[in-house]
């Protein structure tokens, strides 16, 4: 058999691993290489391979590289804390900056317990133990878990698609986590455990300087509007995958969505009651990454803001491009028309000021194919009574309504900030909601297949850590869009297009860990999906026109 890496060929084996056969290419990397890609998928450094195939290395400036790191050192967390508090119990909760946020019961975080736990884990990590993966048939596991009652990895036995249930074992620790794991404990060594408010932050490197940690960048506002909808669904024992499937077993998730559609028309209503008690707001400007509900958040607060006796008008900022031959390029050469500077900010904000004076203007539209903006008599004037409901992804940063009294806004950002986690030690990334949201709604309504979502992906998070997340606390209010119950409903929509990726794609790898994610949820029906829910966006069926 012949592997393939970095443009040579390498001969392996039967019975050898990645990391014997590429030994040399893995010594002389730049930077240590924790797994890779085999063949369209992610692969421990001591999977054995069965035939001939290519071979990409990952390092910590990969994305997944970055995930096997951060799995690696949560489960060196978790080890630490085992072996010197045995007694408690560690939930990893979300991500905060470059930062996991986690809580505790049966301890009492001091910062003597941050710094034991921290000292536990140099000590394993300077031990440079294996990590070693273990499977189990589901009989065998059944079994193993009535003797240990431990609750790491059960989840498993749940699900009707793993034919087999594995553990990473670390001497006599085990613990699951969702994905590949570093081959051992050596490979985590830029990390940082600080108290931080009730719990700890578990701190790793950005992709871009994996050498060092960054500052860290506090994010009150995410945080409370994180801890909110965790308490929530904490009291409502909704946290969890496993807890969750439970109820879908019980009445096919009805009474879940009830409560997860109420939360909702709650916080959208306590949104337009704050805005509606400050007469001096005129515009409600809307930020969130991509398939974050933007549009039907927009359109359910209008219908709030009618009850305050207040009319929305919508003002988009699409219509206000530069003219195509003025559009900056980016750093490739290529059109940029996601920074501010794609605005005609010049005209957008004379527009404002004189509707928010009173005037009537003759609103443009941009024509998109030509690249030019076009006056076809759509007119718009502000009545004492109205506000301008604007959307996009610069309305955070004030230089896009610079021309505007901070007085006269009132800023909003909304996000898919996923609180539903696969167990106490795997989260659900907020990113890969939104990836699936926007599979199926693509696949719905552009005519895209998941692969070309999967392969835009990318430069769509680029442009949302460039104009979006910076700018996340300066938000009046932050909205949280997602609903505990949606991946349930999106595997029926998404796993089909997923599966049409071939292992001979490179989305392959992406595709088959989102099928493994989605195959832990109990499918739901959407049988009680009000037609005013955000999912309807994505999903269809949906009362508003889009």
């Known amino acids: 058999m012949v592997l393939t890496c970095n443009g040579k060929e390498f001969e392996i084996n039967e019975g050898q691993t990645i990391k014997e056969a590429l030994k040399e290419e893995i010594e002389n990397a730049s ?6 890609i085999f063949n369209n998928e992610v692969k421990s450094l001591n999977h054995k391979p069965k035939l001939s195939g290519k071979v990409e290395l990952l390092d910590y400036t990969s994305t997944e590289g970055k995930r096997v790191y951060v799995r690696g050192i949560m489960y060196i967390m978790a080890m630490a804390i085992h072996e010197i508090y045995p007694e408690s119990h560690l939930t990893i909760n979300y991500q905060l900056d470059n930062s996991m946020f986690c809580t505790f019961e049966n301890l009492e975080i001091t910062e003597e317990v941050t ?25 065998e596991a059944e079994k193993f878990y009535e003797k240990e009652k431990s609750l790491r990895g059960i989840l498993q036995i749940d699900s009707e698609t793993k034919e087999e249930v594995s553990l990473y074992y670390c001497k006599d620790y085990y613990n699951y986590f969702y994905g590949v794991m570093p081959i051992s404990t ?47 669904y904490g009291i409502l024992k909704l946290n969890t995958i496993y807890r969750m499937n439970k109820k879908v077993e019980e009445d096919g998730g009805k009474e879940t969505i009830l409560l997860a ?10 949104i337009a009651d704050n805005i509606a008690k400050n007469p001096k707001i005129r515009m409600v400007l809307i930020a969130g990454p991509s398939s974050s509900g933007k549009t039907t958040f927009a359109k359910r607060l209008g219908i709030q803001l009618k009850l305050n006796g207040i009319e929305p008008k919508t003002l988009s900022v699409d219509n206000y491009f530069v003219e195509r031959e003025q559009n900056p390029v ?38 998109f194919a030509s690249g030019h903006k076009h006056y076809e008599g759509n007119t718009m004037k502000l009545n004492e009574n109205e506000v301008l409901v604007i959307e996009g992804i610069h309305c955070l940063n004030d230089k896009l309504t610079e021309a505007i ?112 994610l989605l195959n832990y949820f109990k499918p739901i029906s959407t049988e009680f999906i009000p037609e005013s829910s955000i999912l309807r966006e994505f999903i269809g069926g949906s009362v508003f026109h889009y």
Not at 210 to 215: N, T, V, W
Not at 415 to 440: E, G, P, W
């Open 405 to 516: 009294s901070s007085t006269q806004k009132f800023k909003i950002y909304i996000s898919a900030l996923t609180i539903l986690n696969i167990d106490y030690y795997n989260r659900i990334s907020t990113t890969d909601t939104r990836l699936i949201r926007r599979i199926v709604r693509d696949y719905n309504f552009r005519g895209y297949s998941a692969k070309e979502t999967i392969q835009r992906w990318n430069s769509v998070n680029r442009g949302e850590k460039k104009y979006i997340f910076p700018f996340q606390e300066e938000a009046d209010s932050m909205f949280n869009t997602s609903l505990v119950y949606e991946l349930g409903v999106l595997k029926s929509y998404a796993l089909p297009l997923l599966k049409e990726i071939g292992k001979d794609e490179v989305e392959y790898a992406e595709a088959r860990r989102l099928i493994t």
């Open 261 to 270: 559609e109420a939360l909702h028309e709650k916080k959208i209503s306590e």
């Open 31 to 36: 930077r240590d290489i924790m797994a890779c």
């Open 186 to 232: 050596g490979y985590m060594k830029v990390y940082d455990i600080q108290k931080y408010g009730k719990g700890v932050l578990l701190r790793y490197p950005s992709k871009k300087n994996p050498d060092k940690l960054k500052e860290f960048k506090e994010n009150q506002k995410l945080m409370s509007t994180l801890q909110e909808y965790e308490d929530i």
């Open 115 to 139: 710094k034991n736990i921290k000292n536990k884990m140099q000590e394993i990590i300077n031990e440079d133990l294996p990590i070693t993966k273990k499977k189990m048939t589901h009989d």
């Open 330 to 367: 980016d750093e490739n050469g290529e059109l940029d028309f996601e920074c501010l500077e794609a605005v005609d900010l010049r005209l957008f904000n004379e527009h404002i000021l004189k509707l928010l004076a009173g005037e009537e203007v003759e609103i443009p539209t941009f024509d």
